[in-house]
């Protein structure tokens, strides 16, 4: 049974921080003790097969990120990270488990969806990974096949507003899913924008020669995803199905969460690091067809609508409770250039899977939020939310060992020839300079990156069998 003490560290938990030692014994959180303990009389650190120094780092649970699209057909195109190379990345960057979307087309069997997405990620892993389930055509088999998918491990399923012809469905076909999603238990999650609307503006924007990167978000635009947020809401309070909005970023989609949340609704929302950085002027506006690198939906938004300021305070006041990624990752080359003279074939997505705990550790850095939100927003939430809590998002006894050392004296410079693991031929952040640093990664006792080097392997990575939510009100 191999043991590990990280040593003279600060322990940052959801609920408060202090200093302690943390003993790892086969994989698991064995203890976390007062510094310096001892245990049966004997000094614990001579005991242990090896040691960590911490001092003047925080010790934090291994980063959730909840939403991952790797190896995803998408846009005429496929993701760019496979799950060997995504999950490395997510690796350096202090995330020990992703959440990924199987991916159910039109026409295609849930069960076969989901077994493909098990055969693209077994023996490719370097952290451990769950999948949601995308249910791409709501039909009597897919409906069936829900009933399925809590015993398979897959708790949550994702529907889609947007991408007619693609992903979409219609509101008959939400009734039905979410209906099915209260009788099973699953947990219904949203991509909310009103997809039929934003196909018109497009066609209008495109017949005006606008074909620039910058008018995907003119086209995308906040009332869309304001509209869709109230519709899906409404329809899951009429079917009471518990509701997770995925990657807000719209402060008008956030006053739609927080009135629901407010009269006592199961409704959350996910944000991602590149709405609360990042603008439709400075990224999707850049000269010619460089904006193209920031094509993403729902898109990012302008900078003089104060939706960063709406959005970071809805991450104070928990009416926004988690923040992953959205990792859907392309290259420039042949993926994002398939949009060059009409923006609506640019491939949507950002790679930031190895960015997300630096990113969010800025909001502790600028004041805010503070370091146990840090915790609680990229961690501990997303491990209730998706059912892995107690294993997954905590320091505490009986979960896995997965801990992220972070040195809060550290810096790190993002870019492609600096810190990039990620299988895209640029950065979505290239030139961004953060303070912290990820020191020591952890996965089930086995230490993957250390003092600048991966020491991880491919296989390492498990498949989480996830319970229902934890987080219902
Ligand atoms: O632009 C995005 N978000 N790409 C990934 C697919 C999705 O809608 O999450
Ligand atoms: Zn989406
Ligand atoms: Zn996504």
Known sequence: MPTTLIQGGTVISATGKGAADVLIEDGKIAAVLAPGAKTLGENLAENVDSTIDATGKYVIPGGIDAHTHMQMPFGGTEASDTFETGTRAAAWGGTTSIVDFAVQKYGEQVVDSLAD??????????????????????????????????????????LFMAYPGVFYSDDAQIYKAMRKAADTGLLSMMHAENGPAIDAMVGELLAQGKTDPYYHGVARAWQMEEEATHRAIMLANLTNAPLYVVHVSAKQAVE?????????????????????????????????????????????????????????????????????????????????ELGIGDFSK?????????????????????????????????????????????????IAPGADGDIVIYDPNGHTSIGLNKTHHMNMDHSAWEGFEVDGHVDTVISRGKVLIDNGEYLGKKGHGEFIKRQACQYLV
């Open 346 to 394: 640019i491939p949507n997505g950002i790679g930031s899977v190895e960015h997300r705990m630096d990113l969010m550790y800025q909001g502790v850095v600028t004041g805010e939020i503070t370091l146990e939100r840090w915790v609680e927003l990229t961690s501990t939430t997303p491990a209730r939310m998706f059912g892995m809590y107690g294993k997954k998002g905590v």
């Open 256 to 336: 739609q969460l927080a009135a629901a949340r407010d009269v006592g609704q199961n409704v959350f929302g996910e944000t991602c690091p590149q709405y609360l950085y990042m603008s439709l002027e400075d990224q999707l506006g850049a000269p010619g067809f460089e904006g193209a690198k920031w094509v993403c939906s729902t898109p990012l938004r302008s900078k003089h609508e104060h939706h960063q300021e709406g959005i970071w305070q809805a991450l104070r006041t928990n009416d926004i409770q988690t923040v992953a990624t959205d990792h859907c990752p392309f290259c420039f080359k042949g993926q994002k």
């Open 117 to 158: 997405w098990h055969d693209k990620a077994a023996g490719q892993c370097a952290v451990d990974y769950g999948f949601h389930q995308i249910i791409g055509d709501v039909n009597a088999d897919s409906l069936a096949a829900m009933d399925g998918l809590m015993d398979e491990g897959v708790s949550s399923f994702k």
